[in-house]
C-alpha cells in the first residue's frame, strides 16, 4: 500500500473522530444523592423504625423512616400535610412512597404514588413545586431483557382542582435509562 493511500485513510479515520467528538453531547453529571425533589431539605417531623429482619430467609425490608412536612398546597393561606416514607429492602430496590392530605382531611389519591428504584436507573420519580402547586411524575417501564435497558418515558402533570390532583398534561419523550435525568433538563 502506497503512501498516499495510507495518509488518505489516516486523514479519513481522524475526520471521522473529529466528527463523533465535536458532534457528541458533553457528559453531563447528576447529583443522584442530592437531587432536589422539591420538598424542604428538612422535614417538620420525622420517624425512624426498626426495619425487619429475618436471618432464615436472609431478607431485610420495612418501612426505614417517615417524614412529614407541613405546606400550603392548594393555596388556602393554611398549611397541608405531605408524607414521604422510605420502604427499605436488602436489594437496591427499595422505594419512597408518598401521601398528601389537605387540612380538611381529604387525602389526594394517586396511583402508585412511590418511586420505583434499582441499582443503576430509577423508573419512576415525583417532583413537588409550590406557588402556584403542581406535582410532576416522570416514568417509564420495565425494559425486556432489564431495568438498565433504556424505554420510552413520560411526563405527567398534575394540579389540584376541587380538593383532587388531576392530570394536566402529558409528555412522552424519547428512550433513557434513568428517569431522574428528566427531572434536571
Known amino acids: 500500500?502506497?503512501?498516499?493511500?495510507?495518509?488518505?485513510?489516516?486523514?479519513?479515520?481522524?475526520?471521522?473522530?473529529?466528527?463523533?467528538?465535536?458532534c457528541a453531547k458533553d457528559p453531563v453529571y447528576i447529583d443522584y444523592d442530592n437531587?432536589?425533589?422539591g420538598l424542604p431539605k428538612i422535614p417538620d417531623k420525622e420517624e425512624n423504625f426498626d426495619i425487619?429482619?429475618?436471618?432464615?430467609?436472609?431478607?431485610?425490608?420495612?418501612?426505614?423512616?417517615?417524614?412529614?412536612?407541613?405546606?400550603?398546597?392548594?393555596?388556602?393561606?393554611?398549611?397541608?400535610?405531605?408524607?414521604?416514607?422510605?420502604?427499605?429492602?436488602?436489594?437496591?430496590?427499595g422505594y419512597s412512597f408518598y401521601k398528601m392530605e389537605l387540612s380538611n382531611g381529604k387525602e389526594l389519591d394517586l396511583s402508585d404514588f412511590r418511586t420505583v428504584e434499582g441499582a443503576d436507573c430509577f423508573l419512576q420519580v415525583y417532583k413537588f413545586q409550590f406557588n402556584p402547586f403542581v406535582l410532576t411524575k416522570v416514568s417509564r417501564p420495565l425494559g425486556e431483557e432489564s431495568w438498565v435497558q433504556p424505554t420510552k418515558a413520560k411526563i405527567e402533570k398534575y394540579k389540584i382542582v376541587n380538593d383532587k390532583l388531576e392530570k394536566v398534561s402529558e409528555k412522552s419523550v424519547g428512550k433513557i435509562c434513568d428517569v431522574r435525568e428528566l427531572l434536571v433538563q
Open 1 to 22: 500500500m502506497g503512501a498516499d493511500v495510507m495518509r488518505n485513510r489516516w486523514i479519513k479515520f481522524f475526520v471521522l473522530i473529529l466528527c463523533c467528538t465535536s
Open 35 to 37: 437531587m432536589d425533589y
Open 52 to 93: 425487619t429482619e429475618d436471618e432464615d430467609a436472609g431478607t431485610v425490608y420495612g418501612v426505614s423512616n417517615i417524614d412529614t412536612f407541613y405546606i400550603d398546597i392548594n393555596d388556602d393561606g393554611i398549611k397541608d400535610k405531605i408524607m414521604r416514607g422510605y420502604f427499605a429492602t436488602m436489594t437496591a430496590h
